[in-house]
T-cell receptor, first 113, second 116 residues
């Protein structure tokens, strides 16, 4: 049974810092891994998606890596801004036959001005 | 394009009552998913529709939950009778494919259900 864990559960940093969010999964047989952002009272916004054959993806100040063999992914945020404050969720898709995502509990990030 | 719409945004009901949540997916999205997040836990999959058919309902917690998707358009999730442990945020998502590309899923803002 696939399980996804995210650490830390919460993180508070001063503006401008670079930071890393961690995600681990127990079964390396995944189809892809996605990072989402959730703002309070809002839905989830997809940030980055890494296919199982890829090692990393970048979008602006965000970089996500994937080490499938060790069951780990990281989300790196460069030069953090107060607008980055949100909950970040990691989710794996185990099969292309189903759209079922397995989520971690999320990391709530606060970037202080 | 319009996003995924869910209503109500909030619902407070008493234990034993019935509640129906509605989701309007993005037009043309054949795939529709229900997820929920209970307090302190991760978001968990409930079920997946392809058009009007249930593709995977392995996450439905028990037979008090009934999901339907009329004509492959909007979907409803009925909880009858509601129990205290059903409290949480219920998310709906839709997609054209099955999550193989970034942004492939569009999530609604969720319905916050409180059972008292």
């Amino acid at each position: 049974k696939q399980e996804v864990t995210q650490i830390p559960a919460a993180l508070s940093v001063p503006e401008g810092e670079n930071l890393v969010l961690n995600c681990s999964f127990t079964d390396s047989a995944i189809y892809n891994l996605q990072w989402f952002r959730q703002d309070p009272g809002k839905g989830l916004t997809s940030l980055l998606l890494i296919q199982s054959s890829q090692r990393e993806q970048t979008s602006g100040r965000l970089n996500a890596s994937l080490d499938k063999s060790s069951g780990r992914s990281t989300l790196y945020i460069a030069a953090s801004q107060p607008g980055d404050s949100a909950t970040y969720l990691c989710a794996v898709l185990c099969s292309s036959n189903t759209g079922k995502l397995i989520f971690g509990q999320g990391t709530t990030l606060q970037v202080k001005p | 394009e319009a996003g995924v719409t869910q209503f109500p945004s909030h619902s407070v009901i008493e234990k034993g009552q019935t509640v129906t949540l509605r989701c309007d997916p993005i037009s043309g999205h054949d795939n529709l998913y229900w997820y929920r997040r209970v307090m302190g836990k991760e978001i968990k999959f409930l079920l997946h529709f392809v058009k009007e058919s249930k593709q995977d309902e392995s996450g439905m917690p028990n037979n008090r939950f009934l999901a339907e998707r009329t004509g492959g358009t909007y979907s409803t999730l009925k909880v009858q009778p509601a129990e205290l442990e059903d409290s949480g945020v219920y998310f709906c998502a839709s997609s054209q494919d099955r999550g193989s590309r970034v942004g492939g899923y569009t999530f609604g803002s969720g319905t916050r259900l409180t059972v008292v």
